[in-house]
Antibody
Framework: EVQLVESGGGLVQPGGSLRLSCEAS????????MNWVRQAPGKGLEWVSY????????YYADSVKGRFTISRDNAKSSLYLQMNSLRAEDTAVYYC????????WGQGTMVTVSS | EIVLTQSPGTLSLSPGERATLSCRAS???????LAWYQQKPGQAPRLLIY???SRATGIPDRFSGSGSGTDFTLTISRLEPEDFAVYYC????????FGQGTKLEIK
């Protein structure tokens, strides 16, 4: 079964850091670009970051540029999002999603930034 | 940045009716790199349409997408009870952006 499973969410204070992981199974992870997408409570979807299959191309939304870092380990079929200098407005469910048109999504992991 | 505007914000229809959802881009979307997603409460989004008009795997043929350039449409030919949800369009030709969503509710 093709699957993405996120982990690493939780409660963090403003200014803190968190690292999200997304483990892929059921497909050749190294052949696909990957993305992070977030959804604040009761709000719409916001694309966060993109990484190509070989990590040669990386993009970020302006709202997270300079604070978040996307990376991947193809040997471990895993995608990561290092989030630093977290703000209240980063509170959201974070999803990983496969490919340019997001054909496979994980179930999401909740990140809450609050004191 | 390409801004996507979806209309209407909320659409109230009955099962069996036809739904037409609109997505307008602030500039031309390259190579028809336009997708549609369905999201139900508490669930991750699901890809319905990519490349403006290609149905994703396992998507019923009552869902269809059309359009090019700056104007795109998602049509659900005959609404089933399970189709009532929030729908998002997304462009992936120039970075990635989502529309704000259309809520399809039961009338």
């Amino acid at each position: 079964e093709v699957q993405l499973v996120e982990s690493g969410g939780g409660l963090v204070q403003p200014g803190g850091s968190l690292r999200l992981s997304c483990e892929a199974s059921g497909f050749t992870f190294s052949s696909y670009s990957m993305n992070w997408v977030r959804q604040a409570p009761g709000k719409g979807l916001e694309w966060v970051s993109y990484i190509s299959s070989t990590s040669s191309t990386i993009y970020y939304a302006d709202s997270v540029k300079g604070r978040f870092t996307i990376s991947r380990d193809n040997a471990k079929s895993s995608l990561y999002l290092q989030m630093n200098s977290l703000r209240a407005e980063d509170t959201a469910v974070y999803y990983c999603a496969r490919s340019r048109a997001f054909d496979i999504w994980g179930q999401g992991t909740m990140v809450t930034v609050s004191s | 940045e390409i801004v996507l505007t979806q209309s209407p914000g909320t659409l109230s229809l009955s099962p069996g009716e036809r739904a037409t959802l609109s997505c307008r881009a602030s500039q031309s979307v390259s190579s028809s790199s336009l997708a549609w997603y369905q999201q139900k409460p508490g669930q991750a989004p699901r890809l319905l349409i990519y490349g403006a008009s290609s149905r994703a795997t396992g998507i019923p043929d009552r869902f269809s997408g059309s359009g090019s350039g700056t104007d795109f449409t998602l049509t659900i030919s005959r609404l089933e009870p399970e189709d009532f949800a929030v729908y998002y369009c997304q462009q992936y030709g120039s970075s990635h952006t989502f529309g704000q969503g259309t809520k399809l509710e039961i009338k």
